[in-house]
């Protein structure tokens, strides 16, 4: 871990493995560097924010329609109504998962080779077709039907991680990081807010519960048309970049690779990934997040309504607030780390390391609060659930920037190993829930859920602290000798 003096650039500091480093150069080339405004860069971070706003509103929308497919007389009785069992609706939350963590790991293998913009142009156009055939998958078949549609659903969005992450590796100089990469990946939480807060108003209204999947798929269609227009793999895939912007982001990004071979040529380390202290914790890190952030996102909309007796469109707008929340403080904190960066306070693994636990640990503490709230202290609940959510918020710039870190070479492929292994916890996570919740109305139950999530954000970020690393690993340039460490400064974005 590096400690900084705040405010001198050129300080000597001592880096992960004890030695000294001097980095005025850095901070001389860093401060001479030309500015630039708005460009094709910051559209492209637009394009994605807008892509993974549309994959987590087809992600979740399920999360508050089952609810009305399975009690039309709490939104519109005009339409179908399933008389599905909690056990079943948890098989069909987490089955969108079986399918997700599949392609997880060639994507990041697509990505590199094809380009980002097919893999993830390809993947969210098909999940939109999908989604607008869920009301008669689930008429023609019920729910053996639209699980089988969810699965084939998760194997489309399963290339949307690190697809993404290899675009930004592409698009995205490492110093615009903090601020563009928390542009992107905010799209998650504006896709869960908007699906969250208007799904109920959708299921209570004319067009029904059907028109939650009509919507999102709909709009995913126009992003794909707008992607395929306007989206590009790279600087030099898109023909209207000017050369001054393209040149500076190439020559930004060239002090990342040390190799002459393209990336596209590398070699994989694949046995060196896995022997990685440092890319090991960062694969329990992302399991643990996702096994707390499911748990929620799935089954908020279940808890609200059996434990906190709130009716659908209250439910809808209350199961938002948590992520609206997330969705502010991602913003907060990356304001946060970027004035450590300008103040130069503390380094990049130090910066990680706090904000994953301010990520984690915070949510861990509220759960367990949460565990403890009776069923008639509902205003005190919504509080609870909305810390909980909303400090998770952090982990962007934690562990989930952190594969860029350790190899901007490999990024999507990193985060498709990652996001393969910690999805496997999004299946499992609702599983045990409707496993452990057998009466819906028992607070006893949803209690015992609430202390798994605390005890696995506990050891997970716990594992990080120890042995979590900042520094662009060796295994980053195979087949060339050893690079050396990364710049030291604080970049805050996942």
């Known amino acids: 871990m590096k400690f900084i003096c705040c405010g001198n650039k050129g ?43 549309v994959a987590y509103a087809q992600r979740v929308n399920l999360s508050v329609a089952v609810v009305a497919m399975t009690d039309s007389k709490g939104s519109n009785p005009n339409f179908p109504e399933y008389n599905w069992p909690e056990k079943t609706k948890s098989l069909l939350l987490s089955s969108f998962f079986w ?38 998958f689930a008429r023609w078949g ?16 399963g290339v949307v991680f690190p697809s993404v992450h290899t675009l930004i590796s592409a698009w995205v100089p490492p110093n615009e990081r903090p601020v563009l990469g928390t542009c992107a990946y905010t799209g998650n ?15 209570s209204s004319s067009a029904g519960w059907p028109s ?25 895939d898109y023909k209207k970049i000017s050369v001054e912007e393209r040149k500076m982001i190439e020559m930004t990004q060239a002090s990342e690779a040390v190799s002459e071979q393209p990336k596209e040529k590398l070699h994989t380390p694949w046995m060196s990934f896995m022997t990685s202290p440092a ?12 096994w707390g952030f499911w748990t929620l996102l799935t089954e908020i909309p279940s808890y609200m309504k059996n434990v906190l007796g709130k009716d ?54 509220a ?70 919740v057998n009466n819906e109305k028992d607070a006893q139950q949803w209690r015992v859920v609430f202390f798994i999530a605390a005890a696995i954000y506990l050891v997970g970020n716990g594992l990080f602290i120890i042995f979590g690393r900042a520094n662009v690993q060796p295994w980053n340039d195979p087949p060339a000798k050893h690079r050396r460490n990364s710049t030291p400064q604080v970049e805050s974005q996942h």
């Open 11 to 53: 300080s000597m500091q001592v880096n992960d493995n004890g030695v000294s480093i001097d980095n005025k150069k850095e901070a001389e080339a860093e401060a001479g560097a030309p500015k630039y405004g708005l460009g094709v860069r910051h559209f492209q971070t637009f394009l994605l924010f807008c892509a993974l706003t």
């Open 99 to 136: 399918g997700y963590v599949f392609t997880q790991v060639p994507s990041g293998q697509l990505a590199r080779k094809f380009g980002g913009k097919i893999t993830l142009l390809t993947g969210l156009a098909l999940c939109s077709v999908l989604n607008i055939l869920t009301p008669l």
């Open 142 to 157: 019920g729910w053996q039907l639209v699980c089988a549609l969810r699965v084939m659903e998760g194997l489309c969005q």
């Open 189 to 203: 939480q504006f896709g869960t807010i908007v699906m969250l807060a208007t799904s109920g108003l959708l299921a």
């Open 212 to 236: 939650i999947f009509y919507i999102s798929g709909g709009v995913g269609c126009i992003w794909a048309i707008a992607f395929y227009i306007w989206g590009a793999s790279s600087p030099a």
């Open 279 to 290: 890319f090991l914790a960062l694969i329990i890190a992302h399991s643990a997040n996702n």
């Open 312 to 365: 659908i469109k209250s439910n809808a707008l209350l199961s938002a607030l948590p992520y609206f929340a997330m969705f502010i403080m991602s913003f907060i904190f990356s304001a946060i780390a970027m004035q450590l960066n300008k103040r130069n306070c503390i380094s990049t693994v130090t910066s990680r390391k706090l904000f994953n636990s301010l990520g984690l640990w915070v949510p861990m503490l």
């Open 367 to 436: 759960l367990i609060g949460l565990a403890y709230v009776d069923s008639d202290q509902s205003n005190l609940a919504v509080i609870l659930l909305t810390v909980t959510v909303g400090f998770n918020g952090a982990c962007y710039l934690g562990f989930q920037i952190n594969h860029i870190d350790l190899s901007p070479n490999f990024a999507g492929i990193l985060m498709g190993i990652t996001n393969c292994v910690g999805n496997i916890m999004s299946i499992i996570a609702p599983l045990l829930v409707g496993f452990i």
